[in-house]
Nanobody, 124 residues
């Protein structure tokens, strides 16, 4: 079992930055690939970024490439999402997810554990 808790959301102006953090419980955190997803009001949950167990492989949805960076610290059981140049369309609840696999994935159904989410609001 893995429990996930996101922090770092908030209200920011367009062009600003936020850093989301996800704390994971469990001694086998390094065995899991991790992902970030988001869900805006009235929309389906959307893949944002994923990282493999070593941190050596990452993937992003096209709309955040060059602006967002996913990273992890296995010693601290943490995964991060650095978000720069934020846009109003980035407004959503952001979820951290863990996958019982070493490899990345961009489908929500491929993830086994989810956090409760943290709200990110970008004002224009």
């Amino acid at each position: 079992q893995v429990q996930l808790a996101e922090t770092g959301g908030g209200l920011v102006q367009a062009g600003g930055s936020l850093r989301l953090s996800c704390a994971a419980s469990g001694r086998t955190f390094s065995n899991y690939a991790m992902g970030w997803f988001r869900q805006a009001p009235g929309k389906e949950r959307e893949f944002v970024a994923t990282i493999n167990w070593t941190g050596g492989t990452t993937k992003y949805v096209d709309s955040v490439k060059g602006r967002f960076t996913i990273s992890r610290d296995n010693a601290k059981n943490m995964v991060y999402l650095q978000m720069n140049s934020l846009k109003p369309e980035d407004t959503a609840i952001y979820y951290c997810a863990a996958r019982r696999s070493y490899n990345t994935a961009d489908a929500a159904n491929d993830y086994d554990y989810w956090g409760q989410g943290t709200q990110v609001t970008v004002s224009s």
